[in-house]
């Protein structure tokens, strides 16, 4: 099988899905002739053409809405955020017109649009370039979001998100971009709303998605290495819809739970997925549900302060840790 | 300076199509002091802004494109509705919160939508739905079809980014859209000249985006359907898009809530002598279609075709509690359903 960079992933299912349905297209700053800022477009221009490969200006709430319209009429447009901390100049776009036009015209008409780009906290990027937007866009009814952490699963959920009928939220990371998997020639879809294992074990459940994924798997590995303790990692793929099945049934076989996200811990995902486990698993649990987020303050430039600002692979572990009495 | 020339159309509307925009005309007027009335009987909940003095604007223009042809409008979207053809008993379901509402009951006064119709809406938040009649005419000509998208808006939304943001990818992109601000002399209760820094709104857009910009009468339907006409001509032609200034004015607050506080009797009586009604009746009067007779008779007719749709949108049942799952996403999903 041949293994791939997840930039690739994501040009390979952008590419297929143009191929196969006209009414595809590519939008977003520097996407066409720049080749993309972080180069996931690469070679889509000379592929597919100006029209279908488009720059836009730096005019985000122009663009997106833009691309909310073109879909209003069956079009499926892909808008490429920079970050998706530019998303906020266009929040109005796509938290109110984006998943509210199905409701409000009664179920008339839908909106086939993706938006995609990098969420997260970057590289020392300051306090407005660093924001990691799931918790606020899973919270928007009519708005699906999808946060994949391997070229795999990158490739296999946005040709989905491409083909879905509603608008769906598409969350990639600066720092994976580069990272390398295996990737199958053929195709292959990812059902949203399915949460992959990607670590079993009996100790303790640990849920992440997108870039914590790789942090948990880390911390995982660590644990195993120097306790023995056999953790079991789930990877969302998708926030909204979510699959609580395999988080809940993971739970009642470890009974313990330690959610992994980049964003606050203020009404955060993990605060949602806690609620949910305390609902469910209560008599299971054998003890609270723990939370590993980013420390709630505005990202700070420094490289050591964003380190400390930004869950890492130790803070995971010792939550883990913390989460299952381990005394060591 | 940007010149753009937009050649005048010579085509003159039929008889026939006189008389169909004045039964529209009369039909939006009485539509919407029938909303009024059942506004103040708590039948119609939320807000509502009421067409009436401006029936002129949604007549002239949707008359003198194809029904093929997109049109998106903001939240003062009643006459549009209607002027698109859509039947008033889905309007008032809609507005009385019936499962038989053009929305189910979901949108309310604000959001009327008819997409078999290619009516898009029906949008709230002041000048949010411009970026999407770019979409739409971007659609248009990546498709390449022989179509427009006409978006309509008050002068309230003229300040807002995404007019300007929109406006520059319509002229970046040469799209076939024709953006129609009617200009009635306030958003909401602050007079434009309280607003807008250049006050000759048909300026702000020839300069700035490439899009040539023009004044019409928003009070003579006859100078809607020409300059339009003209306008649709020359995005068709694939000539990029066009920016009206549609000189109108609202009779009635900018919502029922409304206590007028910042304009005159006497100013909303000066307007009311140039009502459009009465000019497209007048002009109809000495082409002898019609009389004193047949004027009292279609007013008649429709008072009792609105009075008949009312009654029948009022008596229905409302949506189902269930209702509130659907529409949402194309397959509904949990935990919380």
Redesign the interface.
């Known amino acids: 099988m041949p293994v791939i960079q997840m930039r690739e992933a994501l040009n390979q299912a952008m590419c297929e899905e143009m191929e196969r349905d006209p009414d595809v297209?590519l939008m977003g700053e520097e996407v066409a002739e720049y080749d993309g800022a972080y180069k996931v477009s690469q070679g889509m221009l000379a592929k597919f053409g100006p029209?279908r490969v488009v720059d836009?200006?730096i005019?985000e709430?122009?663009?997106?809405?833009?691309?909310?319209?073109?879909?209003?009429?069956?079009?499926r447009?892909i808008i490429e955020f920079m970050t998706f901390s530019f998303s906020l100049v266009a929040f109005?776009?796509v938290v109110?017109?984006a998943?509210k036009?199905?409701?409000?015209?009664?179920?008339?008409?839908?909106v086939p649009i993706v938006f995609r780009g990098i969420s997260g906290p970057g590289q020392q990027l300051g306090a407005t370039h660093s924001w990691t937007v799931d918790a606020i866009y899973t919270h928007v009814?009519?708005l699906?979001v999808v946060i994949p952490s391997t070229p795999y699963d990158a490739k296999g959920l946005l040709k989905t998100a491409i083909r879905?009928?509603?608008p769906v939220i598409f969350l990639e990371n600066e720092s994976m971009y580069g990272n390398r998997g295996e990737v199958p020639e053929e195709e292959y879809l990812i059902e949203f709303?399915r949460a992959d294992i990607k670590r079993p074990g009996t100790d303790c459940t640990v849920v992440g998605w997108g870039h914590t994924v790789l942090t948990a798997m880390a911390a995982a590995e660590e644990l195993e290495k120097s306790h023995g303790i056999n953790v079991e990692v789930i990877d969302l793929r998708t926030l909204r819809?979510?699959d609580?099945d395999s988080i809940l049934t993971s739970v009642k076989k470890t009974g313990y739970c330690v959610t992994v996200e980049e964003g606050y811990p203020t009404c955060g995902v993990g605060a949602e997925i806690a609620a949910?486990v305390q609902q469910h698993c209560f008599d299971d649990l054998d003890n609270s549900v723990v939370r590993v987020a980013a420390l709630d303050v505005p990202m700070p430039y420094s490289k050591p302060l964003l380190q400390h600002v930004v869950p890492g692979v130790e803070r995971v572990a010792e939550a883990i840790k913390q989460a299952i009495y381990f005394q060591g | 300076m940007t010149t753009v020339t937009v050649p005048a159309v010579k085509a003159e509307p039929t008889d026939a199509e006189l008389m169909q925009w004045y039964r529209q005309m009369v039909l939006i007027r009485q539509f919407e002091l029938r909303c009024a009335q059942s506004y103040q009987q708590q039948k119609i909940g939320g807000f509502c802004h009421l067409y009436v003095g401006q029936e002129a604007v949604a007549v002239g223009s949707i008359g003198a494109v194809r029904p093929d042809d997109y049109i998106i409008t903001a939240y003062r979207d009643h006459g549009h509705a209607i002027a698109r053809g859509m039947d008033i008993y889905p309007l008032f379901g809609e507005l009385y919160g019936k499962r038989s509402g053009c929305s189910h009951g979901k949108g309310g006064s604000m959001h009327f939508f008819d997409a078999e119709k290619n009516f898009f809406g029906g949008h709230a938040i002041v000048g949010a739905h411009i970026p999407l009649a770019v979409g739409l005419g971007w659609a248009i000509k990546y498709r390449k079809q022989d179509r427009v998208a006409l978006c309509y808006f008050g002068d309230g939304a003229i300040n807002q980014g995404s007019f300007h943001e929109a406006l520059n990818l319509a002229g970046l992109f040469k799209l076939p859209c024709i953006f129609l601000v009617e200009n009635n002399g306030y958003g909401m209760g602050t007079h434009v000249h309280r607003a807008s820094a250049v006050t000759d709104l048909k300026l702000r857009t020839a300069d700035a985006y490439g899009i040539p910009g023009k004044d019409v009468d928003g009070m003579d339907c006859l100078a809607m359907y020409r300059m339009v006409r003209s306008a649709a001509d020359y995005c068709r032609a694939g000539n990029g898009s066009i920016f009206l200034e549609v000189k109108t004015y609202r009779y009635r607050g900018h919502s029922m809530s409304d206590p007028q506080k910042y304009r005159t009797r006497e100013e909303v009586a000066e307007f009311q002598k140039h009502d459009p009604i009465g000019r497209l009746e007048k002009i109809l009067q000495e082409k002898r279609l019609l009389d004193d007779a047949k004027i009292s008779a279609i007013a008649d007719e429709i008072h009792r075709e609105v009075e008949a749709a009312h009654e029948k949108a009022d008596a229905d049942p409302t949506p189902d509690l269930e209702d509130v799952w659907t529409d949402i996403y194309a397959q509904p999903f949990g935990p919380y359903r």
């Open positions: 297209f029209m836009s200006p005019s709430c122009g663009f997106a809405g833009l691309g909310v319209g073109a879909a209003m009429v069956g079009m447009p109005d776009q109110n017109n998943p036009v199905r409701h409000m015209s009664g179920g008339q008409l839908s009814p009519g699906k879905d009928n509603d709303g819809p979510m609580l949910q």
